[in-house]
């Protein structure tokens, strides 16, 4: 869902604010509301990892608690490991351990509904050392079930090839549909949390994305019809795991 969502905004530099319970643009059938400071796309990339790492313990006990080593992390999110950038990922962190997230989903099972829902942070704790350049955090195991960040190797070596956010925003939702369909440009407008005040000037830096999901091999092609639906030519498949 944080795929399909303005959870993880595209942002511009400079331009990150505090909100309280604001309502986030997502999908019908899940609805969000988010404190804290807002969440880009280089956040996602902190949450996404980490969830990488937790996964690959083998031990479901301890799969909610991460140690963060700052250089080898950072390599792994596509990001210098200097004094610049292990500062950008202790901010990262505070980031995500500072929000709070109320997620609705909406269920249906033939003629039953109802809904789901979860309250709390993006990250339960966060450790750090300054010394030893790494933190500990631990991550709600209900939470991690919530995300879809299950990225192939080849999907994220895609990712890390990208230049820009709105690039990796919509390299993320359309990995996230196993059968793309048409999407109004207004509406990819409002889901990826963009602040471009006029739809042109959005239209223009999408069509700069969608060429650079061609380069990385995410897609084979796009167009944009008369009523301004953006449709995938084809999408390369997604390898299951």
């Known amino acids: 869902m944080c795929l399909r969502s303005a959870l993880f905004a595209v942002i511009k530099r400079g331009r990150r604010r505090a909100v309280i319970n604001e309502p986030i643009a997502s999908l019908k059938g899940v609805t969000i509301h988010y404190t804290g400071w807002r969440l880009d796309q280089g956040d ?6 980490a969830l990488h790492f937790l996964a690959r ?5 301890s799969r909610q608690c991460l140690r963060i080593r700052a250089k080898p992390f950072l390599a792994a999110i596509g990001r210098q490991s200097g004094k610049s950038g292990r500062e950008w990922l202790k901010q990262s962190l505070r980031r995500l351990v500072d929000s709070t997230l109320e997620i609705t989903i909406d269920l249906q099972h033939g003629q039953q509904r109802g809904s789901f829902v979860y309250t709390g942070p993006l990250i339960d704790e966060l450790c750090s050392s300054d010394e030893e350049q790494s933190s500990v955090i631990s991550i709600n195991p209900r939470l991690a079930g919530l995300f879809d960040v299950g990225w192939t190797r080849v999907q994220w070596q895609q990712r890390l090839q990208l230049r820009t956010d709105l690039a990796k925003w919509l390299h993320g939702f359309y990995a996230s549909h196993r059968s793309p369909f048409p999407v109004k440009v207004a509406t990819l407008k409002h889901l990826c949390g963009s602040e471009c005040t006029r739809l042109v000037d959005f239209r223009r830096g999408l069509r700069n994305a969608m060429n650079e999901l061609i380069e ?18 084809r999408l390369s498949p997604i390898p299951t795991q």
Not at 44 to 49: I, K, N, P, W
Not at 57 to 61: I, S, V, Y
């Open 44 to 49: 996602f990339d902190v949450l996404a990892q």
């Open 57 to 61: 313990n083998p031990d479901p006990k």
């Open 216 to 233: 990385v091999g995410a897609i084979l092609g796009w167009s944009i019809d008369q009523e301004d639906k953006l449709t995938l030519v």
